[in-house]
T-cell receptor, first 115, second 110 residues
Framework: DAGVIQSPRHEVTEMGQEVTLRCKPISGHDYLFWYRQTMMRGLELLIYFNNNVPIDDSGMPEDRFSAKMPNASFSTLKIQPSEPRDSAVYFC?????????????FGNGTRLTVT | EDKVVQSPLSLVVHEGDTVTLNCSYEVTNFRSLLWYKQEKKAPTFLFMLTSSGIEKKSGRLSSILDKKELSSILNITATQTGDSAIYLCAVVGSQGNLIFGKGTKLSVKP
């Protein structure tokens, strides 16, 4: 079991550029979550999917953020245009069943820096 | 609004000490509370608590839930430097998602 795989590990970009973060969940997990972590706000849920369908995107900050899950093994989180306040660690997580019936398994995160 | 508050925000102890981390919550239709440990990268799952008063234990770590007080504690006995991490508490929110507290940063000095 390779765990949740995220790429890239680090991303440094200039304000205004498009950023795409990628995630491969654990095979067989039906739920996929995108979280953002900052010192000030901790871990915040951005969006989550069940069987590739977005269920709750109320945490997506604004229209600059979008997420897709075209199939069971791949998801992207896109920020366009990026801003310095988007700098954070973005985590993808997956679970076999609906929370709380099974715990979340997190990827190692993508550290995004927007200058 | 669903909310999770952890205390203290940070803690420095010496090896061998016992520590208690606190988590309080406000959530509609509580179902469970979870503890995670975050070292340098991904949070890793420790415990899930659903029933009040029943202690979950794993080695030197233990946790208990008090539904009446809307809180949980995580105890670590005989701390080691490897216990240094951020400990995160989370509850299942009204939308079925996990809501995390900001965490307690534990530093264990040799």
């Amino acid at each position: 079991d390779a765990g949740v795989i995220q790429s890239p590990r680090h991303e440094v970009t200039e304000m205004g550029q498009e950023v795409t973060l990628r995630c491969k969940p654990i095979s067989g997990h039906d739920y996929l979550f995108w979280y953002r972590q900052t010192m000030m706000r901790g871990l915040e849920l951005l969006i989550y999917f069940n069987n590739n369908v977005p269920i709750d995107d109320s945490g997506m900050p604004e229209d600059r953020f979008s997420a897709k899950m075209p199939n069971a093994s791949f998801s992207t989180l896109k920020i366009q245009p990026s801003e310095p306040r988007d700098s954070a660690v973005y985590f993808c997580a997956s679970s076999f069943q609906e929370v709380p019936n099974s715990p979340l398994h997190f990827g190692n995160g993508t550290r995004l820096t927007v200058t | 609004e669903d909310k999770v508050v952890q205390s203290p925000l940070s803690l420095v102890v010496h090896e061998g000490d016992t520590v208690t981390l606190n988590c309080s919550y406000e959530v509609t239709n509580f179902r469970s509370l979870l503890w995670y440990k975050q070292e340098k990268k991904a949070p890793t799952f420790l415990f899930m608590l659903t029933s009040s008063g029943i202690e979950k234990k794993s080695g030197r770590l233990s946790s208990i839930l008090d539904k009446k007080e809307l809180s949980s504690i995580l105890n670590i006995t005989a701390t080691q430097t490897g216990d240094s991490a951020i400990y995160l508490c989370a509850v299942v929110g009204s939308q079925g998602n996990l809501i995390f507290g900001k965490g307690t940063k534990l530093s264990v000095k040799p």
